[in-house]
């Protein structure tokens, strides 16, 4: 009874996702039994968002091709993740998540974030290969798991900026006590997957590759991690594409091309972050610089500020984030200079935010969160929006609200 | 007006959390009797927990269990240990298991089953009752207010 309604269910919803209802429905039946190694969990955010301009649309990352403006939205912050974990034996454990969200091409199509083997043969010693999430900044990977922090979403000028998920690869951390303390060290190295939005072309990055590393310190409440990484882009942005819909000659397209090639060149992401997690307290300091090699990217520097403080069931919290991004020299090719001018002003950035929320744990497993984003910059900040319009002055206000659940 | 509110909220907060706090005076974190492990630290017993580190100083590796949400035992645990709330705990869980970094502690329903597994697994661990820690585990930590 139980699973024709659930099969049914499946038909409906069709695609990779009836594949994760049987296998949910199969833990579900595993799970009542005491020997079970397969263990199935889920997360999820429904949320809504409006601002207060119709000059840009707010985007939660660069991944979303449209956004919101000051009529509520759902696509910016809902998503729905599957995660299935077999354990083989102590040491090893397969895992696949898979997740639903408005994504690059604006469908919702299910993919794959993770799949990977993970071989512990020490308490010390971790490694895992397959498709794994990227974790160059902290808490990275952990992005799309809204129960998981405070705010409605992570703090979007210091997130804004990287649409990247996962990689193909493999990643070895090690873990050693110092006295009670604990320090902690990874390495990584994939192939990235998956498609930016650039108007309405997609920048391709599969075939990038990816590689870094972090040492973490944690000293009781504390936790403080350094942590690099750099991205070696596989292809150009879509500007053949976006030149040629305005009947460039051909030679200029190429020069411009040429002059913006993104493939081939590195991008160099640095960061310093600090937790502390204590009792009612929950404060969080992070710092980054992105060094870009391509001339079609601004290199910049943001960070962000956090601070939680519990209260019953409610968290009330307050933060502050910026960025700045540095503006490039000029060419110095009178024809192409005012060309070039326009396509590099898309990657401009120089704005703060305030955040003010509240997140509010009112039953087991689910939280309701509602929060204020005062984004306050100059009218040429644009690299974190989508379709921009002249009008538009570097300031509006976004409200947001979600309610996130895991099981 | 407001003020008094506020003020009686804060005072409704504290005498809360004092109750919380005099109800963990009598939980303590046991390990399996064979162990060797005589005594632990705080920071010790929170690295097991929350799956920073699993392994106990003489080279054991750590199998920590928990108890279900609906345990009263479980909430003034981690509140005694970390001064947390379930649902921050429950959080903290769901970013390490959704990011694939480590899996939360098996929970079972009791704390007759928390000492069946602490006895029945060399590296067993978990937390229980003063009164209720009996011959087959050793009491490692004791839960201060």
């Given at each position: 009874m139980r699973s024709d309604s659930l099969n049914s269910l499946a038909r409906l919803i069709g695609g990779k996702w009836r594949v994760l209802l049987v296998l949910l429905l199969l833990g579900g039946q595993v799970g009542?039994?005491?020997?079970?190694n397969l263990s199935l969990n889920g997360f999820g955010t429904l949320g809504a968002v409006r601002t207060t301009s119709r000059d840009v649309e707010f985007v939660?990352?660069?991944?979303?091709p449209r956004g919101a403006v000051d009529r509520w939205d759902a696509k910016v912050d809902s998503i729905l993740g599957l995660q299935a974990n077999w354990r083989l034996n102590p040491e090893l454990e397969a895992v696949v998540q898979a997740v639903s969200r408005y994504r690059y091409d604006k469908t919702y199509t299910p993919e794959i974030s993770w799949a990977y083997l993970k071989y512990d043969p020490t308490p010390q010693l971790s490694l895992r290969a397959g498709r794994l999430g990227t974790e160059?900044?902290?808490m990275a990977d952990s992005r799309?798991?809204?129960?998981?922090?405070?705010?409605?979403?992570?703090?979007g000028d210091f997130f804004?900026?990287?649409?990247f998920y996962s990689i193909n690869g493999a990643d070895a951390s090690l873990t050693l006590p110092v006295g009670d303390n604990v320090v902690r060290g990874k390495v990584y190295y994939g192939i990235s997957e998956g498609k930016i939005p650039y108007g309405q072309w997609q920048w391709k990055l599969d075939g990038s590759a990816m590689v870094g590393g972090y040492l973490d310190y944690q000293l009781g409440a504390w936790l403080v991690r350094a942590s690099y990484a750099n991205i070696r882009f596989n292809h150009n942005m879509p500007i053949v594409d976006l030149l040629t819909a305005r009947s460039l000659p051909t030679p200029i397209i190429r020069q411009v091309d040429d002059y913006l090639a993104a493939a081939n060149t590195r991008s160099h992401y640095y960061s310093l972050g600090a937790i502390y997690d204590s009792g009612p307290w929950q404060l969080q300091l992070m710092l980054n610089k992105i060094t870009q090699g391509s001339e079609i990217f601004e290199s910049s520097s943001a960070g962000y500020v956090l601070a939680g403080y519990r209260i019953g069931q409610v968290t009330p919290y307050v933060g502050f984030s910026w960025i700045r991004s540095e503006k490039r020299g000029p060419m110095n090719n009178p024809v192409l200079d005012p060309l070039l001018d326009v396509i590099k002003a898309e990657s401009h950035a120089n704005q703060n935010t305030t955040i003010l929320g509240a997140r509010w744990d009112?039953?087991?497993n689910l939280a309701l969160k509602a929060q204020w984003d005062g984004i306050r910059g100059?009218?040429?900040?644009?690299?974190?929006?989508?379709?921009?319009?002249?009008?538009?002055?570097g300031k509006m206000d976004v409200f947001s609200i979600s309610m996130d659940f895991v099981f | 007006m407001r003020k008094h509110f506020i003020r009686s909220l804060l005072l409704a907060c504290c005498l809360l959390s004092l109750s919380v706090a005099e109800a963990t005076a009598e939980l303590v974190v046991v390990v399996n009797a064979?162990?060797?492990?005589a005594v632990m630290t705080r920071n010790e017993v929170i690295n097991i927990f929350f799956g920073r580190y699993r392994q106990f100083f003489n080279g054991v590796e750590a199998q920590p269990v928990d108890l279900v949400d609906g345990h009263p035992d479980r909430g003034h645990f981690y509140y005694g240990l970390v001064g947390k709330d379930v649902s921050d705990v429950n959080a903290y869980w769901s970013r390490q298991v959704f990011s694939g970094r480590a899996q939360a502690p098996p929970r079972v329903n009791t704390s007759e089953e928390v000492l069946k597994w602490v006895s029945s697994h060399p590296g067993g661990i978990g937390f229980v009752e003063l009164g209720k820690a009996d011959a087959r585990v050793r009491v490692v930590y004791e839960l201060n207010p």
């Open positions: 009542a039994e005491e020997t079970s939660r990352d660069l991944s979303q160059f900044f902290m799309q798991v809204g129960y998981s922090y405070l705010p409605v979403r992570p703090p804004w900026y990287l649409p009112f039953a087991r100059e009218p040429a900040s644009i690299f974190p929006f989508r379709e921009e319009q002249d009008a538009w002055r | 064979r162990n060797g492990v």
